[in-house]
């Protein structure tokens, strides 16, 4: 069964940043889409497995990144 398609136009600058997270994650276009409408819409559970699995790994690294930062601050010394 083939699912349906639509067509939609974004600015250079959120195409940027699509394509720029498609690299990062290693996910697809689609996949991010359909992420963002089913989140838009309230069914996230509708999501494909591997979208909510690239998001849950983005996540992640942030937070690993914010607890090396504030691991690296040096602590005053009175």
């Known amino acids: 069964m083939t699912k349906p398609q639509i067509t939609i136009r974004l600015s250079p600058s959120l195409l940027n940043s699509l394509n ?3 690299e990062e994650t290693g996910t ?3 996949d991010v889409v ?8 309230g069914c996230a559970e509708s999501m ?4 909510r ?3 849950v790994e983005k996540r992640v690294a ?3 990144k914010r607890e090396s930062e504030v ?3 040096p ?3 009175d």
């Open 20 to 22: 720029q997270y498609v």
């Open 28 to 30: 697809s276009k689609t």
């Open 34 to 41: 359909v992420s963002a409408i089913a989140q838009y819409l």
């Open 48 to 51: 494909p497995l591997s979208q």
């Open 53 to 55: 699995l690239a998001e």
């Open 62 to 64: 942030e937070l690993e």
């Open 71 to 73: 691991n690296r601050k």
């Open 75 to 77: 602590v005053p010394i």
